[in-house]
Protein backbone atom coordinates (compact mmCIF):
# COMPACT_ATOMS: atom_id res chain seq x y z
CA UNK A 1 0.00 0.00 0.00
CA UNK A 2 3.10 2.25 -1.33
CA UNK A 3 1.73 5.64 -1.24
CA UNK A 4 -1.23 6.09 -0.01
CA UNK A 5 -2.65 7.84 3.17
CA UNK A 6 -4.71 5.63 5.42
CA UNK A 7 -7.81 7.76 6.93
CA UNK A 8 -8.45 8.09 10.58
CA UNK A 9 -11.73 8.72 10.60
CA UNK A 10 -12.69 6.06 8.32
CA UNK A 11 -17.19 6.25 10.16
CA UNK A 12 -19.09 7.94 7.78
CA UNK A 13 -22.69 9.58 9.31
CA UNK A 14 -24.86 11.02 6.88
CA UNK A 15 -27.50 14.53 8.26
CA UNK A 16 -30.64 15.91 6.72
CA UNK A 17 -31.12 19.09 7.47
CA UNK A 18 -33.61 21.99 6.42
CA UNK A 19 -32.34 24.25 4.07
CA UNK A 20 -32.28 27.20 6.56
CA UNK A 21 -30.69 24.81 9.31
CA UNK A 22 -27.92 23.95 6.38
CA UNK A 23 -27.49 27.82 5.54
CA UNK A 24 -27.08 28.73 9.52
CA UNK A 25 -24.21 25.68 9.88
CA UNK A 26 -22.52 26.78 6.17
CA UNK A 27 -22.70 31.10 7.73
CA UNK A 28 -21.08 29.53 11.27
CA UNK A 29 -18.81 27.59 9.27
CA UNK A 30 -17.77 30.61 6.89
CA UNK A 31 -17.33 32.90 10.51
CA UNK A 32 -14.97 30.28 12.31
CA UNK A 33 -12.49 29.93 8.76
CA UNK A 34 -13.17 25.83 9.36
CA UNK A 35 -14.07 23.76 7.04
CA UNK A 36 -17.29 21.67 8.11
CA UNK A 37 -16.32 18.88 9.35
CA UNK A 38 -14.21 20.15 11.43
CA UNK A 39 -16.14 22.75 12.45
CA UNK A 40 -18.83 20.18 13.36
CA UNK A 41 -16.32 17.99 15.46
CA UNK A 42 -15.08 20.64 17.32
CA UNK A 43 -18.64 21.46 18.30
CA UNK A 44 -19.72 17.83 19.27
CA UNK A 45 -16.17 17.35 21.12
CA UNK A 46 -17.61 20.62 23.57
CA UNK A 47 -15.36 23.35 21.67
CA UNK A 48 -16.41 26.84 21.53
CA UNK A 49 -15.91 28.12 18.04
CA UNK A 50 -15.05 31.28 17.66
CA UNK A 51 -15.28 33.36 14.42
CA UNK A 52 -11.95 33.63 12.63
CA UNK A 53 -10.20 36.87 13.04
CA UNK A 54 -9.82 39.98 10.26
CA UNK A 55 -7.00 39.35 8.30
CA UNK A 56 -5.10 42.39 9.78
CA UNK A 57 -4.98 40.57 13.26
CA UNK A 58 -2.48 38.40 13.04
CA UNK A 59 -0.43 41.35 11.77
CA UNK A 60 -1.01 43.12 14.70
CA UNK A 61 -0.02 40.03 16.73
CA UNK A 62 3.09 39.90 14.95
CA UNK A 63 3.31 43.88 15.61
CA UNK A 64 3.02 43.47 19.09
CA UNK A 65 5.24 40.55 19.41
CA UNK A 66 8.00 42.80 17.64
CA UNK A 67 7.74 45.10 20.23
CA UNK A 68 7.94 43.74 22.92
CA UNK A 69 10.72 41.20 22.27
CA UNK A 70 12.57 45.23 21.65
CA UNK A 71 11.06 46.79 25.12
CA UNK A 72 12.74 42.91 26.33
CA UNK A 73 15.75 43.86 24.84
CA UNK A 74 16.06 47.04 25.94
CA UNK A 75 14.93 46.23 29.72
CA UNK A 76 17.78 43.80 30.04
CA UNK A 77 20.69 46.42 28.58
CA UNK A 78 19.24 49.00 31.18
CA UNK A 79 19.26 46.95 33.96
CA UNK A 80 22.70 45.63 33.36
CA UNK A 81 24.01 49.24 33.06
CA UNK A 82 21.20 51.24 35.18
CA UNK A 83 20.49 53.65 32.88
CA UNK A 84 16.68 53.54 32.66
CA UNK A 85 13.58 53.43 34.72
CA UNK A 86 13.69 49.34 34.56
CA UNK A 87 10.24 49.10 36.97
CA UNK A 88 8.52 51.50 34.35
CA UNK A 89 9.63 49.47 31.12
CA UNK A 90 8.99 46.07 32.85
CA UNK A 91 5.21 47.90 33.54
CA UNK A 92 5.23 48.25 29.63
CA UNK A 93 6.36 44.92 28.95
CA UNK A 94 3.86 43.32 31.13
CA UNK A 95 0.77 45.57 29.47
CA UNK A 96 2.11 44.69 25.84
CA UNK A 97 1.89 41.04 26.87
CA UNK A 98 -1.24 41.42 28.24
CA UNK A 99 -2.75 42.91 24.98
CA UNK A 100 -0.99 39.83 23.43
CA UNK A 101 -2.88 37.38 25.48
CA UNK A 102 -6.05 39.34 25.36
CA UNK A 103 -5.88 39.25 21.50
CA UNK A 104 -5.01 35.75 21.70
CA UNK A 105 -7.74 34.69 23.71
CA UNK A 106 -10.79 36.31 21.63
CA UNK A 107 -9.21 34.62 18.04
CA UNK A 108 -8.38 31.21 19.16
CA UNK A 109 -10.74 28.33 19.44
CA UNK A 110 -10.90 25.80 22.26
CA UNK A 111 -8.96 22.31 21.66
CA UNK A 112 -10.41 19.81 18.96
Known amino acids: MEGYILRTRNCRVEIYFTKSELESLMKKVRKSGMNR ?23 L ?42 IMDAYTTGGE
Open 37 to 59: ERYCRSVLNGSIVKEAPPVDVPA
Open 61 to 102: IREIRRVGSNVEQILKRANAIGLLDVPQLRRTLDSLNAVDKA
